[in-house]
C-alpha cells in the first residue's frame, strides 16, 4: 500500500521558517523522483520543488528540497516565509510509467 504522509505544517510568523517532512513507503522510493507542490483555494497546485532519483533538485528561491533514500523521506526547508507562501503542501512520488502518488497534504499559514 502507497503511503505518503506529510508533516511539519502549522502556524509560522512572517520571516520565520518551517521544515516538512514527507514519509513515503510501499514503493521503491530512491527510483521515484519527488516533489512539493502547493495550493490555495481556488487555484491550482504549484511546484515549488522537485528532486530527482539522483538527487538534482530544482526550487523555489527561499526554498531547499533534500531527501533521505536510507529513510524513505523528503524534506522541504522553507525560509524567510512570507504570508503568501500560506498554502497546503503536498509531497508528490512520480516515475514516468511506474506511478504517480500524491499525499493529504499539511497546511502552512505564515501569520502575525
Known amino acids: 500500500q502507497v503511503q505518503l504522509v506529510e508533516s511539519g505544517g502549522g502556524l509560522v510568523q512572517p520571516g520565520g521558517s518551517l521544515r516538512l517532512s514527507c514519509a513515503a513507503s510501499g514503493f521503491p522510493f530512491s527510483s521515484y523522483a519527488m516533489s512539493w507542490y502547493r495550493q490555495t483555494p481556488g487555484k491550482e497546485r504549484e511546484l515549488v520543488a522537485h528532486?530527482?532519483?539522483t538527487g538534482g533538485s530544482f526550487v523555489e528561491g527561499r526554498f531547499t528540497v533534500t531527501r533521505d533514500n536510507a529513510k524513505n523521506m523528503v524534506y522541504l526547508q522553507m525560509n524567510s516565509l512570507k504570508p503568501e507562501d500560506t498554502a497546503v503542501y503536498f509531497c508528490?512520488?512520480?516515475?514516468?510509467?511506474?506511478?504517480?502518488?500524491w499525499g493529504q497534504g499539511t497546511q502552512v499559514t505564515v501569520s502575525s
Open positions: 528532486i530527482t532519483s
Open positions: 508528490r512520488a512520480n516515475s514516468e510509467g511506474a506511478g504517480d502518488y
